[in-house]
């Protein structure tokens, strides 16, 4: 089992930057990639960013140059750079972890960005 809990989000304006933080404990050892996923009110979860356990790394179109997916060791934690956020960036954002077998979300982490 891999449990998942991010932080970092909140409201902020447009133009500004948030750093997401995704924590994961339990079998850690097991997860081959993590990611960032997003929801926005009435729309379906869509990929933002991921990074496999090797370092490489994959953007949604929508965020390439703007949103940065690091981590500081091989799994655990991985972070999600956010810059000149937008509007339509609003959204909760999911920590999702893969394993051979299984996947795993975390709670989310609310991302406002209004004037």
């Known amino acids: 089992q891999v449990q998942l809990v991010e932080s970092g989000g909140g409201l902020v304006q447009p133009g500004g930057s948030l750093r997401l933080s995704c924590a994961a404990s339990?079998?850690?050892?097991?997860?081959?990639?993590m990611g960032w996923y997003r929801q926005a009110p009435g729309q379906q979860r869509e990929l933002v960013a991921t990074?496999?356990?090797?370092?490489?790394?994959n953007y949604a179109d929508s965020v390439k140059g703007r949103f940065t997916i690091s981590r500081d060791n091989a799994r655990n934690p991985v972070y999600l750079q956010i810059n000149s956020l937008k509007p339509e960036d609003t959204a909760v954002y999911y920590c999702?972890?893969?394993?051979?077998?299984?996947?795993?979300w975390g709670p989310g982490t609310q991302v406002t960005v209004s004037s």
């Open positions: 339990g079998s850690i050892f097991n997860i081959n990639v």
């Open positions: 999702n972890a893969k394993t051979w077998y299984n996947e795993y």
């Open positions: 990074i496999t356990k090797g370092g490489r790394t």
